[in-house]
């Protein structure tokens, strides 16, 4: 069974980056879209980033855009989210999710369905604050 494991959360001053690592264990991650999302407390879970199964297309959420990049090592079980100019409004718990029955979710425009992700890790919290 596939387990997915986020670390590189904390605290970042306003306009610094940060890395966030998802790692997979039980089963090989390169029949596995991945995606990133992040929640706040009272609010939805969204969408903030999606790879595919072999990394050959990426979407990103409308607010992270141009800011966040995602990439995957699939011989490293692992899917890498870069931030960059974080902003305040990026604090959130961010959770890593995976899906194999859907490999080109990514290029779906409902992508950020939570129901198309049936793995999810236990999340690492971002707080962006000065």
């Known amino acids: 069974q596939l387990q997915l494991v986020e670390s590189g959360g904390g605290f970042v001053e306003p306009g610094g980056s940060r890395r966030l690592s998802c790692v997979a264990s039980g089963f090989p991650l390169d029949t596995y879209a991945i995606a990133w999302f992040r929640q706040v407390p009272g609010k939805e879970r969204e969408g903030v980033s999606c790879?595919?199964?072999?990394?050959?297309?990426?979407t990103y959420g409308d607010s992270v855009k141009g800011r966040f990049t995602i990439s995957r090592d699939n011989v490293k079980n692992t899917v890498i989210l870069e931030m960059s100019a974080l902003q305040p409004e990026d604090s959130a718990v961010y959770y890593c999710a995976a899906t194999r029955s859907r490999p080109t979710v990514c290029t779906y425009q409902s992508w950020a369905d939570i129901t198309n992700f049936r793995t999810w890790g236990q999340g690492t919290q971002v707080t962006v604050s000065s």
């Open positions: 790879i595919t199964s072999l990394g050959r297309r990426t």
